[in-house]
């Protein structure tokens, strides 16, 4: 079939709703669209393990020690299902990672943030973890059938994230002057970069609307992100803190929340690899990776090995 | 750093007994014992199954898209395969 029918058919099925499957005729754009994409988030999974690692060994209790693992190993998994997501479309695993470690993909930039205190960690399953959890539901409709149903996993398992986030300021919120005074600090240092987390305004965006036309995004970075901010505005007020913006507020004619100018040089800025932990996160990538390299190539060995046993030991021989 | 990949090994999971074992992903591992292993982390860390087999994704083998129309299609003019087909009085019960 010539390449304007084949076009044709694919236009039609993205029309009808119907799931575009890895073996199926696509765009070379739509791929290579997809690849960015879901790579992208595959890394954020696995990058954002980071931060929050750095609170396993100091968490406050058993309960939160427990909890804080699991959501970590999600994290993991989440990198995982996407990865292989993005592999049907056919980029290898090696290629991802190396891309990542030499700086040429890129990660969610929220991870190039600190986490200083225990109250950090319940800033980010509340607002980080509900800023993926608004971007993320639309994806589990995303056109290609790989993507889609990673997403629905995730999905899943990630509003357990956002609820022990929050339950972790909601503590520190009924506790004592110092600890409401943490969870103040940690979501004034939050808010701004998790707006960022939808990334820029939509007459910025520039794989916005080929995206949207194509099914895989279905709503724009402002619609997501002017959502979020009417959902946290009342979240925050239960927790009794105060979200960090003075232009905040309610417009009876559109509904939702006004709110103050993002900096988006801050944003540029630390995607360019400026931010305040850009080298520290890629740094731990890198080692990790090299310093595992034994361990695969142990585990690889020994495949190859039993594999000649096993034929030695065959009745054929 | 060796060039060698692990392969890639496709993932099915039995959600409780008396069911199907469904495809549920991939995954990569050197070998069988190990894409168990990975699979029980990766794909039931909340109880969603009871039983997994792991295959090596290159065993499998599929039908073409191209050819989608005239391997299914076919069936699309046989409606009497299917019970509705059929003309019967409403009278008439346990059938």
Redesign the interface.
């Known amino acids: 079939m010539d390449e304007a029918k084949e076009l044709e058919r694919f236009d039609d099925k993205i029309e009808q709703e119907i799931r575009i499957e890895p073996k199926d005729w696509m765009p070379d754009d739509y791929r290579k669209m997809l690849i960015r994409q879901i790579s992208q988030h595959a890394h954020s999974e696995i990058v954002g393990m980071l931060p929050e690692a750095n609170w396993i060994t100091r968490a406050p209790s058993l309960r939160r020690k427990a909890t804080l693992l699991a959501k970590v190993q999600d994290e993991a998994g989440h990198g995982l299902y996407l990865y292989c997501a993005a592999e049907t479309l056919n980029i290898s695993r090696e290629e991802m990672v190396d891309q990542l470690l030499s700086g040429r993909a890129k990660y969610s930039s929220i991870f190039n943030y600190p986490t200083l205190s225990w109250a950090d960690i319940g800033a980010i399953g509340w607002l980080v973890d509900g800023a993926a959890i608004m971007n993320q539901v639309p994806l589990c409709r995303a056109s290609y059938g790989p993507y889609a149903r990673a997403m629905v996993r995730i999905c899943k398992e990630e509003s357990f994230h956002q609820r022990q986030g929050y339950e972790i300021l909601l503590t520190l919120c009924r506790g004592s002057e110092e600890q409401k005074a943490m969870a103040q600090d940690a979501l004034n240092r939050w808010w701004w970069p998790s707006l960022m987390m939808f990334g820029p305004n939509d007459d910025a965006s520039s794989h916005t609307a080929q995206s949207m036309k194509w099914k895989i995004k279905r709503f724009s970075n402002d619609e997501l992100r002017q959502k979020f901010v009417d959902v946290c505005k009342e979240q925050a007020d239960i927790l009794g803190i105060t979200i960090p913006d003075p232009d905040l507020k309610w417009n009876e004619e559109s509904g939702h929340y006004d709110f103050g100018k993002i900096n988006w040089d801050e944003f540029w800025n630390v995607i360019k690899g400026n931010g305040p932990c850009n080298k520290e996160r890629l740094q731990a990538r890198i080692e990790s990776h090299e310093e595992g390299a034994w361990v695969r190539e142990a585990a690889l060995a020994y495949a190859e090995k039993k594999k000649k046993s096993e034929l030695v030991g065959s009745p054929s021989n | 750093?060796?060039?060698?990949?692990?392969p890639?090994w496709e993932v099915f999971i039995r959600s409780k007994q008396g069911l199907d074992h469904k495809h549920v992903?991939?995954?990569?591992?050197?070998?069988a014992k190990?894409a168990i292993e990975n699979a029980r982390?990766?794909y039931t860390?909340?109880m969603e199954g009871v039983s997994i087999w792991v295959v090596e994704s290159k065993y499998i083998h599929?039908t073409?898209?191209?050819e989608t129309e005239s391997l299914f299609d076919p069936a699309n003019d046989k409606v009497y395969r299917h019970p509705t087909f059929y003309d019967l009085p409403d009278e008439l019960k346990y059938m």
């Open positions: 750093m060796s060039n060698q990949s692990e890639l992903g991939s995954l990569h591992a050197a070998d190990m982390d990766v860390r909340r599929a073409n898209p191209d």
